[in-house]
């Protein structure tokens, strides 16, 4: 079926489809010496193919394939072949089917020469994993949820996802959750929705048209496959013409450009996730002729393992590329977790994406968990341990500590409660509160979490022996102690607290001796219990009884047992630590791709996408490369215009300039094709430069210097001094921009007190024995690198 339908299809497409008898076919001008042909690979690493088939090109001598074509033979195995031959856009594209799983020798031959190249191929599941290690069970199966069909039988054995027939017999198992690809076709109506087309009929008259890259105008029809790959749901997505049959590929009104959506959230795994149709079909890309690909396995909302996440990817392209050939490029959106993948993946599999616009970025997620982690530890502290001062009742001040942005046009829900069993409260809220309660539970809580649909989860009667962690779900990277609990990663020894508001004068060495004293950290995972309310339970409980209101999650942390003492900090583990580093879940900076990095401003409205991310993952790119010529910021202010529902100002997201980015980036793409001698910052084109908009759209300021005063001492650039950036509660304490450790170094406070570390503050002798009890190993020395991370 797949060798009819790319012969279908491409002949459709105007482009040329040979199938060999064992040859390419052709007059023979042989010669006694083989041709310098190698065999490569085009559709995956030859070491990383999943399926039965691959695609495969020649290199070397280009005119010797023309002149040879008769005399080239293909072998698998052992045995000759009759692949499918295709015109590709940089030369034949060879299909050749019938691996097996595990390794295989592809050879090429020449009729009266002998042998020319070989190509040892490595073949896994469709169904993975690759290089993930042991696939995640139990396992919520969702295509029957979300595309209404039933999953394959592919076990016999007892653990796995039922599958009825249509009288809903179980007719047995299925551990993968796979179904077989299918193809459905959609256009666009003149109102701006996606209809089924109809199978027979006329033209729709509500039928959308639209005009391609390539200035042709076509009805604006879609086909879309979708299928299962490595366990998750996948789409495909081209325009097609009236009258398509399933099995075409329809190519003929593709651009060749190729756009992978990725998408965000947060989720903690052992579920196939959910399909959003506005990325698989976003109809700005498909409009203008982009193929679109898109699956349930590159969503942050299934699961956070960036290394499933990148084999998935990976898996994805590659059986599109077989699909339809070669893309011209591949270009990548998808905003927040979907952004964190761009940096992530171009990073760690330098051959999946050609370009990238991250939107509302993060340079990854486990380091936004370093002082996320902080937040609800330091609002505790506020709210109940130092409740007396005066200081935290004023919103603006809590920056002091948290370092991201507070404001009082977003009231506290719980001030009323908190004043009433006796805490202290503002008016307003930090970012940590709308932003980012309930991240912690669900990153170190293994009693917490949930998957989506869990109560189908298989086997049947095991979802309660599911840790609901984040350490838990990537436990196959971060390993397992001598208990057989994940390791964690979170770490705050050391970690001076509110620094920053010392050295400028905004709280006393009273108040700062005091807060790093009973802060406090974080228990272990295996001590933790169910959190309290508003996660679980409702006010009701809490009216009945008062210890079960707990949104800081304080019955979960480590706190002071008598009030004096120091509390007891949170150690992370450094074998955990070393492996996010090692696995590249953690972005390190590498960034050999041009990108857009692009965000609506939204401090003001306390959204989590905070601004100064984009800069930390700029500082990131300096570190490792010394350069961040690849990388362009964009900012559109998305700050609140219409304030009429009172208390919520809404931001105004009414500008996006996603499709002129990829107009950009296209460019850049072609300059670095016509001159590869040069870098790919050097091959930017006039557009591709630091640039902030208006609301509406209208440009404000671009060039070299308008975000100066972020990473540098230069005087504010004119987007800067526009856009106001805030910090965290690690930048607070001392560290870097780039907010990437973990684990920090330790000095002695010795040192700290000698170093400048405090500024123009000097300590009292009692002072500094009490600097020593609260930190007996030493305070962080952030001019050292994380403690965790492998050398080199």
């Excluded at 994940?486 to 508001?501: E, F, I, K, S």
């Amino acid at each position: 079926m797949l060798t009819r339908l790319i012969v279908q299809s491409l002949a459709i497409a105007g482009i040329s489809v040979f199938l060999l008898s064992g040859c390419f076919g052709g007059s023979s001008n042989s010669s006694s010496s083989p041709p310098d042909l190698d065999l490569v690979s085009l559709s995956s690493a030859p070491d990383q193919i999943s399926g039965d088939t691959v695609l495969i090109g020649l290199e070397g001598d280009v005119a010797a394939v023309s002149r040879e074509m008769n005399s080239l033979k293909f072998w698998l195995n052992g045995a000759m072949v009759t692949p499918e031959v295709r015109t590709g856009r940089n030369g034949p594209e060879i299909l050749v089917a019938g691996l097996v799983e595990g390794e295989n020798r592809l050879e090429l031959h020449h009729s009266e020469s002998g042998p020319v190249s070989d190509l040892i191929l490595t073949a896994f599941p469709v169904s993975g994993p690759i290089f993930s290690g042991p696939q995640q069970y139990p396992f919520v199966c969702t295509v029957t949820t979300e595309l209404g069909k039933q999953p394959l039988v592919d076990t016999a054995g007892d653990a796995g996802f039922p599958v009825m027939d249509s009288d809903a017999n179980k007719i047995g198992l299925s551990k993968d959750c796979s179904i077989d690809s299918y193809v459905e076709f959609v256009y666009r109506t003149t109102d701006g929705d996606w209809v089924p087309l109809p199978g027979e009929g006329p033209r729709p008259a509500d039928m959308a048209t639209t005009e391609l890259t390539d200035g042709r105008t076509v009805d604006f029809v879609v086909r879309q496959e979708r299928g299962t790959i490595n366990r998750f749901i996948y789409s495909f997505a081209t325009l097609a013409n009236l009258g398509d049959e399933p099995d075409d590929t329809s190519a003929a009104n593709w651009n060749g450009r190729l756009l992978f959506h990725f998408q965000g959230g947060v989720a903690i795994g052992h579920s196939q996730g959910r399909v959003s149709n506005s990325r698989a079909l976003r109809p700005d890309a498909l409009a203008k002729g982009y193929a679109i690909i898109y699956s349930t396995g590159t969503k942050a909302d299934t699961h956070y393992n960036l290394q499933v996440g990148g084999e998935t990817a990976l898996m994805v392209k590659e059986h599109f590329i077989k699909r339809f050939g070669v893309p011209e490029y591949t270009v990548s959106v998808g905003g927040s977790g979907g952004a964190i993948q761009q940096y992530v993946y171009s990073q760690n599999h330098p051959d999946l994406l050609d370009a990238g616009m991250p939107q509302y970025s993060y340079p990854d997620m486990v380091t936004q968990t370093i002082h996320i982690g902080d937040c609800e530890l330091l609002e505790y502290y506020m709210d109940v341990t130092d409740k007396g001062n005066a200081k935290w009742q004023i919103t603006k001040n809590r920056s002091w500590l948290v370092g991201l942005n507070a404001t009082d046009d977003y009231p506290d829900p719980f001030a009323g409660a908190k004043q009433t069993l006796g805490f202290s409260t503002a008016p307003g809220m930090t970012e940590c509160i709308p932003a980012w309660r309930g991240l912690t539970p669900l990153v170190m809580n293994p009693a917490f979490g949930y998957a989506d649909n869990q109560e189908r989860m298989e086997p049947a009667g095991v979802m309660g022996t599911v840790e609901w962690s984040h350490y838990d779900d990537l436990r196959n990277i971060y390993g397992v102690d001598e208990n057989g609990d994940p390791r964690t990663l979170y770490d705050n020894v050391g970690v001076q607290y509110g620094l920053g508001a010392l050295v400028d004068g905004k709280i006393t060495k009273t108040e700062f001796l005091k807060l790093n004293a009973q802060v406090g950290g974080w228990k272990h995972p295996s001590e933790m219990v169910q959190e309290g309310f508003p996660f679980i339970g409702t006010e009701a409980d809490v009216f009945a009884d008062p210890t079960k209101f707990d949104p800081w999650s304080s019955r979960n942390m480590n706190l002071s047992a008598d009030g004096t003492a120091p509390a007891p900090r949170t150690e992370g583990d450094l074998l955990a630590i070393q492996a996010a580093y090692d696995v590249g879940m953690v972005f390190d900076g590498q960034l050999n791709i041009p990108v857009i990095d692009w965000r609506h401003y939204l401090e003001e409205v306390l959204d989590m996408h905070n601004s100064h991310q984009s800069f930390s993952v700029r500082q990131r790119i300096i570190n490792k490369m010394e350069d961040s010529g690849n990388q362009v910021i964009w900012f559109t202010d998305g700050r609140p215009t219409d304030t009429s529902d009172g208390n919520r100002p809404r931001p105004d997201k009414s500008s996006d300039p996603t499709m002129d980015a990829l107009g950009v980036l296209h460019d850049w793409l072609m300059n670095m094709r016509e001159n590869p001698e040069l870098s790919i910052a050097d091959n930017k084109p006039a557009a591709a430069v630091d640039s902030c908009f208006k609301a509406d759209g209208t440009l404000i300021a671009k060039g070299d210097s308008v975000w100066n005063g972020i990473l540098d001492d230069q005087p504010d650039g004119a987007c800067t001094a526009e856009f106001e950036t805030y910090t965290t509660s690690r930048i607070v304490a001392g560290g870097p921009i780039e907010g990437s450790i973990f684990k920090c170094a330790l000095k002695s406070v010795e040192t700290a007190l000698n170093d400048d570390t405090y500024g123009t503050v000097s300590f009292t002798e009692p002072e500094i024995t009490r600097l020593n009890e609260i930190f007996p190993d030493g305070v962080c020395d952030y001019s050292q690198p994380d403690q965790g991370r492998p050398a080199g």
